[in-house]
C-alpha cells in the first residue's frame, strides 16, 4: 500500500476512503507518556478525534525504544501513535505554558498523566483549567487515587501488578509471584480512560458542561481482578478465602500436543460427553462427580490431568479438527511471531502494509472494533517529533510573537541529557 501524501486518509485494506468517524470533530490534548495513555490516545485518535500529542524537547521516552530505523521512531510507536499529530512543548517555559492555554480554549479533552503535584505547580490542575475552558472534559491517568496516601507514589505496570494481587496468583501454579509479560494494567486502565471519557463527552451533550474524570490504575487493576476471584470474600463473614478455583489450578494450562500446544477446554455437559467418546474415556460418563457444572468445578483436577494424559495422543491440528467439529473450544498456541500467517487474521485483513514518510515500510494493525457506517482508517502516520508544532499552534490562534517564541527553543547540546531507556 502505497502512503497517500502527507495529510491525506490513508485507506487500511479495504475500507471506504472518507466515512465519517464517530469522534470526528473531538479535540484530545493528550499530555501522557510511555503507554497507558497513550494507548487510551490511540483509541481516540482510532475513532476519528483529533489527538494532538504534546512531548517535552526529549519526547516521549517509547519513542527511543530499539529497534528502530531512526531516533524517535521506535516499532511500538508505529501504530501507537498512528491519526495523532505531535506538538513540541516545553511546560516549564512560560511561552510554552501560553502557548498550551490558547489550546486547552480549543480542546474537548485534555487527558494527562502527571501527579496531582506537578500538574498543580504548571498551572494546569482541574479549577483553573476549567475556568479557561469549562466544557473541557479533564481526565487523570493516574498510578493511584489522589484521594489516599499513595497519591504521591511512582506507579509503572510492575508495581501495579504486584501491588493489585495480579503477580500473587502466580503462586498458585508456580509456587511465587510472577508478572504477567505485557503491560496488563497500562492497557486496562487505557480502556478505562476511552470508557470514561466518551461517557463525559455524551453527558456534555445532554446538559453542556465539562466534568473531572480521574482513572488510577491500581485501583482499576483490583476491580477488574476482583471480577471473578472475589467468591468465598465477598461475604460477611468471609465463606472462604479470595480466589477462583478453576483458574488458579496448576494443571489448567496449554496441553502438550503429539506436536505442539493446544488450549482443548470442554466445558458445557455436552462439550464432556463429546470429549469422552472421542478419547474413549468413557469411565467419566454417568460419574455424578462430573455430571454438571457446578460439580465438575468441584472435581477440575481430575478432569484437567485427564486432558493432559490424552493431548499428547495427537496433533494440534487433529485437535482442532475434532473440536471444532463439535463446538469445543480449542486454539492451537500462536507465538507472537505465528500471528501474521494465522488464517482467521488474514482473511479478515487485520495486518496489512503501510509506507510511513521516514521511516519506510511497516505493518498496520488494524483496529480490531468495527462500526458498520463508520470503518476506520489510517488518516496519518505515526508524526515526528514536534512534527505538527507550528501547524497546531497557528490552528489554535497563537500569534506570531508567542510563536516565534516557543519555536525558540534551547539547542540540543544545552538540554538536560535524556535518561537510558
Known amino acids: 500500500m502505497k502512503a497517500a501524501p502527507e495529510g491525506a486518509p490513508q485507506k487500511m485494506e479495504g475500507r471506504a476512503s472518507s466515512p465519517t468517524l464517530p469522534l470526528e470533530g473531538v479535540r484530545v490534548l493528550d499530555l501522557t507518556t510511555v503507554i497507558m495513555g497513550p494507548y ?6 482510532d475513532l476519528g478525534a483529533d489527538v494532538i500529542k504534546i512531548e517535552s524537547p526529549e519526547g516521549d521516552l517509547i519513542r527511543h525504544y530499539h529497534p528502530h530505523r531512526s531516533e524517535g521512531m521506535s ?49 494546569f490542575d482541574y479549577e483553573r483549567v476549567s475556568a479557561l475552558n469549562p466544557r473541557l472534559i479533564y481526565c487523570a491517568a493516574r498510578g493511584f487515587s489522589e484521594r489516599g496516601p499513595y497519591r504521591d507514589k511512582a506507579a509503572y505496570d510492575d508495581l501495579i501488578q504486584a501491588g493489585s494481587g495480579i503477580a500473587a496468583l502466580f503462586t498458585s501454579l508456580s509456587g511465587e509471584p510472577a508478572y504477567v509479560p505485557t503491560v496488563l494494567c ?19 451533550e445532554r446538559d453542556g458542561k465539562g466534568r473531572a474524570i480521574e482513572v488510577p490504575m491500581f485501583e482499576t487493576a483490583i476491580a477488574f481482578t476482583l471480577v471473578e476471584h472475589d467468591t468465598g470474600s465477598a461475604f460477611i463473614p468471609p465463606l472462604g478465602p479470595a480466589g477462583f478455583g478453576r483458574l488458579l489450578n496448576p494443571r489448567r494450562k496449554p496441553y502438550r500436543t503429539r506436536n505442539g500446544y493446544a488450549c482443548i477446554l470442554p466445558y458445557t455437559d455436552r462439550n464432556w460427553l463429546d470429549f469422552y467418546e472421542f478419547t474413549g474415556r468413557r469411565e467419566f460418563v ?7 457444572l457446578a460439580e465438575r468445578v468441584k472435581h477440575i483436577d481430575v478432569l484437567y490431568a485427564m486432558i493432559e494424559e490424552e493431548a499428547p495422543k495427537r496433533t494440534t491440528e487433529e485437535w482442532v479438527a475434532f473440536c471444532d467439529r463439535v463446538s469445543i473450544p480449542c486454539m492451537p498456541v500462536l507465538s507472537l511471531d505465528d500471528l501474521p500467517y494465522d488464517p482467521h487474521l488474514q482473511a479478515i485483513g487485520f495486518f496489512t502494509e503501510a509506507e510511513h514518510p521516514s521511516e519506510g ?61
Open 286 to 292: 454417568g460419574d455424578p462427580r462430573f455430571e454438571r
Open 40 to 45: 487510551a490516545s490511540h483509541i481516540l485518535a
Open 361 to 421: 515500510r511497516y505493518r498496520l494493525i488494524a483496529d480490531p472494533v468495527r462500526f458498520s457506517d463508520t470503518p476506520s482508517f489510517l488518516r496519518r502516520h505515526a508524526p515526528r517529533l514536534g512534527e505538527h508544532t507550528e501547524e497546531v499552534l497557528r490552528e489554535a490562534g497563537v500569534d506570531e510573537a508567542l510563536l516565534a517564541a516557543v519555536l525558540a527553543r534551547p539547542k540540543e547540546e544545552d538540554r538536560p541529557e535524556r535518561g537510558s531507556v
Open 186 to 204: 497500562d492497557k486496562l486502565a487505557a480502556q478505562a480512560i476511552v470508557y470514561a471519557i466518551l461517557a463525559a463527552l455524551f453527558a456534555r
Open 75 to 123: 516499532g511500538v510507536f508505529l501504530n501507537l501513535h498512528r491519526n495523532k499529530r505531535s506538538i513540541v512543548l516545553d511546560l516549564k517555559r512560560e511561552p510554552d505554558r501560553a502557548a498550551f492555554t490558547r489550546l486547552l480554549a480549543t480542546a474537548d479533552v485534555f487527558l494527562h498523566n502527571l501527579r496531582p503535584g506537578p500538574i498543580s505547580r504548571l498551572g
